[in-house]
């Protein structure tokens, strides 16, 4: 029933930005873990960052320094902003929902990030 969407990609030049959101459709922030994964052609899914119900965060060593991720539980939001953006940062992104009720897991659609010049 709960359902995830992103949006915010898009085409960016190397060094560029790009802020990904991505939205529930109900509210349910308060008992969900929420993180963003990528995707590149021929490549294994690959965890981004995460943040927990409680708004700790985590990051992969790819994209330390360079994304933050943010939640804001009353608009069922959690975004992805990406800086100085990579080539091989190019991907589609997901967004991902961990319920800690029951431990199942949520995806979005994706949405395509491609860096290039």
């Known amino acids: 029933q709960v359902q995830l969407v992103e949006s915010g990609g898009g085409l960016v030049q190397p060094g560029g930005s790009l802020r990904l959101s991505c939205a529930a459709s109900?509210?349910?922030?308060?008992?969900?873990?929420m993180g963003w994964y990528r995707q590149a052609p021929g490549k294994q899914r690959e965890w981004v960052a995460d943040v927990t119900s409680g708004g700790s965060t985590n990051y992969a060593d790819s994209v330390k320094g360079r994304f933050t991720i943010s939640r804001d539980n009353a608009k069922n939001t959690v975004d992805l902003q990406m800086h100085s953006l990579k080539p091989e940062d190019t991907a589609v992104y997901y967004c991902?929902?961990?319920?800690?009720?029951?431990?199942?897991?949520?995806w979005g659609q994706g949405t395509q990030v491609t860096v290039s010049s």
């Open positions: 991902n929902g961990r319920n800690l009720i029951n431990d199942f897991s949520i």
């Open positions: 109900r509210n349910i922030f308060s008992f969900y873990n």
